[in-house]
């Protein structure tokens, strides 16, 4: 999840200045603490040139989803594009789709859209 300096990192490589003040980070920490049940699903993009290195956006903001009462509907996921600024690897957007689908068809007790 980002930081300050992160977003300011973003950008001084082009990225919208709106984004700089919060983060998933700072908006998650905003969240209300859950009393019924709600669900969360999680997910992030990583360099696939570094797939293996530890840490996981969307595994931290699972976590803090966690700690504020919501349940997880499906464990964090993580997408891959080949250098920081993209583009997806070939096949990741259609794997992102699947999983979108299939968190519909669960949270919806649909079947999900092949």
Do not use: C, N
Not at 35 to 47: G, N, P, Y
Not at 56 to 66: D, H, L, T
């Amino acid at each position: 999840m980002s930081r300050p300096s992160t977003r300011h990192d973003a950008i001084s490589r082009g990225a919208d200045a709106a984004v700089q003040d919060v983060g998933l980070r700072e908006w998650m920490a905003a969240l209300p603490k859950r009393r019924q049940r709600s669900e969360l699903a999680t997910f992030d993009t990583k360099v696939a040139s570094m797939r293996h290195l530890p840490g996981s956006a969307a595994r931290g903001a699972a976590k803090v989803g966690r700690r504020h009462g919501y349940e997880l509907a499906e464990p964090a996921e993580s997408f891959y594009v080949d250098d920081i600024e993209g583009p997806l690897v070939d096949g990741e957007l259609d794997r992102a789709r699947a999983w979108g689908w299939q968190l519909a068809a669960l949270l919806t007790g649909q079947a999900s859209q092949p």
